[in-house]
């Protein structure tokens, strides 16, 4: 069974550029959740999404988006990029659609560098 | 407002000692414990949960704890292995959670052969 997957895995853009990172969740997993791991940090939630639906957002600006498709794959984007987003973004899934005994399964991230 | 706290940044352990690693909540709403560990430049890798029902959980050389009156969780490894080298982290969630899991800092393991 195909764990999640997230494209790309590594990339750079300049300040002020937008950028989508994408998630494909296990199969048959319902909820995607994204996080954000910068040096020194925990893991830092940004949203979850379960039926096209966002259910919960982190304390991130308004230039931290997403989305899940019918499909359940999901894409979350930045934009106006600023140095500080520089980070690794994890996307993890999840079978159950309630929050408690929830495990959730992560992808190898997507590595984001903002020059 | 760190829900979950790991207080300690970093262990070091002779190989096949014991490693404990430990974890505080504040939220009484968490009913779902996690394990996760990290290498770097991957994914977390789940490695054990616990309910709030149970105060013990054990696969193989991984157990955790969980004390609810003190809001404390540990993660044992016995025997500790250089593999075991790596970040873990503790997580929680919770059914009135609103559906996502709060992770802490994190406690590098470091595992000398």
């Known amino acids: 069974k195909a764990g999640v997957t997230q494209t790309p895995r590594y990339l750079i853009k300049t300040r002020g550029q937008q950028v989508t990172l994408s998630c494909s969740p296990i199969s048959g997993h319902r909820s995607v959740s994204w996080y954000q791991q910068t040096p020194g940090q925990g893991l830092q939630f940004l949203f979850e999404y379960f039926s096209e639906t966002q259910r919960n957002k982190g304390n991130f600006p308004g230039r931290f988006s997403g989305r899940q498709f019918s499909n359940s794959r999901s894409e979350m984007n930045v934009s106006t990029l600023e140095l500080g987003d520089s980070a690794l973004y994890l996307c993890?899934?999840?079978?159950?659609?309630?929050?408690?005994?929830?495990?959730?399964?992560f992808g190898e991230g997507s590595w984001l560098t903002v020059v | 407002d760190q829900q979950v706290k790991q207080n300690s940044p970093s262990l070091s352990v002779q190989e096949g000692r014991i490693s404990i690693l430990n974890c505080d909540y504040t939220?009484?709403?968490?009913?779902?414990f996690l394990w996760y560990k990290k290498y770097p430049a991957e994914g977390p890798t789940f490695l054990i949960s616990?309910?709030?029902?149970?105060d013990k959980n054990e696969d193989g050389r991984f157990t955790v704890f969980l004390n609810k009156s003190a809001k404390h969780l540990s993660l044992h490894i016995v025997p500790s292995q250089p593999g075991d080298s790596a970040v873990y982290f503790c997580?929680?969630?919770?059914?009135?959670?609103?559906?996502?899991?709060?992770f802490g800092a994190g406690t590098r393991l470091f595992v000398k052969a």
């Open positions: 993890a899934s999840s079978l159950l659609g309630e929050s408690s005994g929830n495990t959730i399964y």
């Open positions: 939220n009484s709403m968490f009913d779902y």
């Open positions: 616990i309910s709030s029902i149970k």
């Open positions: 997580a929680a969630n919770a059914g009135t959670g609103g559906f996502k899991t709060i």
